[in-house]
């Protein structure tokens, strides 16, 4: 099969076009045949990228750890999948990912696809949209009528979390450079501050949530945008253990899991055209590594998609 692997850690650079073995499944697995890969940059950072479950080395790589497709075939121990089943999963961070033409997926990480926007649409939402699911959900508790500020609201996952927020009840505030104004306010945002321009801790307070998909010098000056009782929620990294006491504040840092009940609900969501999938652009799995590059450069509107050639 086609696959783009990485033969030593390092950024974009080191991804090479080329063939590789077809995945083997083991236990609980299903074979997918890959439509889409959606990208995500900073994997290629990531510890989990090179390393087995198990801890050991995993030398070649491959990234892309969203999928869309089709599945071709499955374990003796699979029951809850079916040949021909078109799903998408956010797949296991610790095994080679769907920037090929196949990937071995755990099939409980599985989900029935949207039906109503295709694989390369699909593609581009379980890593973005399962991040914001968890963060508001199973770590802020966000409630009906709360006040969220979304940092980097215009890129793949900002741009679920404006659409989440609201569609849940909650009155939300984006940071977004000025040309996205517009974009913001049609997904559901409420304000929208250009942070080009207006320090935006002055421009907004009393915030009960505040997602930071930036870090750095922007999550530090956050917590003056955060109520006493409200919580910050990083998703660029962990947060110094002394900083959000030194505010008399809550913070939290988590990593994002696969799954399949939320991906279903994400799903209905879909299907019932309370939130979409945002596309910066759809990119041949061949041109890898310039899609790696756009996404590092960052600024996108929405998330890069790899688009898989079929057979």
Partial sequence: MKAVRLHRQGGPEQLVYEDAPKPELGAGDALIRVHATGITPAELTYTETYTNCDGSARLPAIPGHEVAGVVESVADSVSDVSIGDAVYALTSFCRDGAAAEYVAVHAADLAPKPKTI??????????????????????????????????????????????????????????????????????????????????????VREVDVVLDTIGGETRERSWQALKPTGILVSLPGPIP???????????????????????????????????????????????????????????????????????
């Avoid at 699909?122 to 006040?147: C, E, H, K, M, N």
């Avoid at 679920?160 to 450079?177: D, K, N, P």
């Avoid at 253990?241 to 809550?250: D, I, L, T």
Wanted: positive net charge; glycine residues 10%.
């Fill in 118 to 203: 295709d694989h390369m649409q699909a593609a581009a939402v379980p890593l973005s949209a399962l991040t914001v699911w968890q963060a508001f959900f199973d770590y802020a508790q966000l409630a009906p009528g709360q006040r969220v500020l979304i940092h980097g609201a215009a890129g793949g996952v900002g741009s679920f979390a404006v659409q989440i927020a609201r569609w849940h009840g909650a009155y939300v505030v984006g940071t977004a450079s000025a040309e996205n104004r517009d974009f913001l306010l049609r997904l559901g945002a409420n304000e929208v501050i250009d942070y080009r321009h207006v320090p935006f801790e002055q421009a």
């Fill in 241 to 311: 253990e002394s900083e959000g006491p030194a505010h008399g504040k809550r913070g939290v840092f988590f990593i994002v899991q696969p799954n399949r009940e939320q991906l279903g609900k994400i799903a209905a969501l879909i299907d019932s055209g309370a939130i979409r999938p945002v596309i910066a652009e759809t990119i041949p799995l061949a041109k890898a590594r310039q899609a790696f590059e756009r996404g590092v450069a960052g600024h996108t509107r929405g998330k890069l998609v790899l688009a898989v050639d079929k057979p």
